[in-house]
């Protein structure tokens, strides 16, 4: 089987969920080739997979966008004309910044119309696919789950080293937020709420690119004198590690979500979760167990923060005990995937 993936690995410095996935299907028989039009129409194919589609139109590239949208609509009939089957997994729903709603709505217009299948990885996030696409109620869906990370980043330092690292003694709660701060992650009512819970001996870290009013946001609602630690900017992945290490307990107070890698980063260096009982969160904590996901419903507050230390304090999982991600295996989820490509 021929692969063109849409991306296969021009992000995997960023994010390497892709290059996780492709190696799993490499590694049973398929082959695997980053996505370009001369490919698509020059070569042979079996299958195109197209990943963040929508986006890849809206945002990441110079140019117009409508230009873009006519090439994209393009190369999806030569595919049709070709008999390349078209699959499509759905991370999103929809963009999470959306100030071009007729241009979206163009560009899912012409996906929808043009793909053999989609894959979801939960549950939960097809039916929200059904429910916000109507029209893919006559497309067959799959559900994949989201890999783990275990493996994918640097892990060598310890819980002592990971705290010396970044200044925080033995003893004191750690919670983290890591990843890019964007509006819809709910960072700024993160902090505020840790401030308002008053804990003693603990600390927030928040770590990662914000845009110039996020950070104002975010460096107003930790006080001076605060438990808050703001480190803007990209986290290396050499560095992901000693956040992670050095955390109790990871926070990821979404205020909308669908899925959720860094839920499954954290849980991949065996670290607790405090998330929103929204998208495919509960489900992620019936695969794992209620010992890893703690939810809650509606919108954070000073009172789910401390109900949520004194969780992860009385848990029964001891500090070593690895997170049980075996349904989110790489190699469980390569061979469905080329079974749902098949």
């Known amino acids: ?22 190696d799993s299907i490499e ?24 990943h963040w589609p929508v986006e890849s ?35 999103n729903l929809r963009p999470h910044e959306r100030d071009q709603l007729l241009l979206e ?19 939960v996030s097809k039916r929200e696919l059904l429910k916000e696409h109507p029209e893919c109620s006559s497309i067959l869906v799959h559900t994949i789950p989201h890999g783990h990370y275990r ?35 709910g960072v700024v009512q993160l902090v505020r709420c840790f401030v308002e819970a008053q804990v003693t001996n603990s600390k927030l870290f928040v770590a990662g690119v914000a845009n110039d009013s996020l950070r104002r946001e975010l460096e107003s609602a930790a006080v001076p004198g605060s438990n808050i630690r703001l480190h803007f900017g990209f986290v290396d992945r050499n560095d992901i590690q000693k ?11 979404y205020i909308e ?20 009982a929204r998208g495919a969160l509960s489900e992620l904590r019936y695969v794992v167990g209620p010992d890893w996901v703690s939810l809650y419903e509606d919108q954070l507050n000073p009172e789910i923060v401390r109900a949520a230390i004194q969780w992860t304090k009385a848990r029964e999982a001891q500090p070593d005990t690895p997170a049980p991600l075996d349904a989110l295996s790489w190699d469980r989820i390569g061979r469905l995937t080329i079974q749902a490509f098949s």
Request: glycine share 6%; aromatic share 12%; with cysteine.
């Open 1 to 22: 089987m021929k692969i063109l993936a849409s991306p296969y690995r021009a992000f995997s410095e960023v994010n390497p969920t892709q290059a996780l996935l492709y």
């Open 27 to 50: 590694k049973h028989g398929a082959q695997v080739s980053e996505f370009s039009m001369r490919k698509l129409f020059w070569e042979s194919w079996d299958v195109w997979h197209l």
């Open 57 to 91: 139109i809206l945002v990441r590239r110079k140019g117009s966008r409508f230009l873009r949208l006519f090439e994209f609509w393009i190369g999806l009939k030569v595919a049709r004309l070709k008999k390349i089957r078209i699959f499509w997994t759905a991370h």
């Open 105 to 123: 709505r163009m560009i899912w217009r012409a996906l929808l119309a043009n793909i053999d299948g989609i894959i979801c990885m939960s549950d």
């Open 151 to 185: 493996g994918a980043y640097p892990d060598e330092m310890s819980r002592d080293e990971a705290r010396a690292a970044l200044g925080v003694s033995a003893d004191e709660f750690v919670g983290v937020f890591i990843g890019q701060i964007r509006p819809y992650k």
């Open 243 to 253: 956040y992670l290490r050095a955390a109790d307990l990871v926070i990821l107070p």
């Open 257 to 276: 979500i669908l899925n959720s890698g860094s839920a499954i980063l954290a849980l991949s260096f065996d670290r607790p979760i405090l998330v929103p």
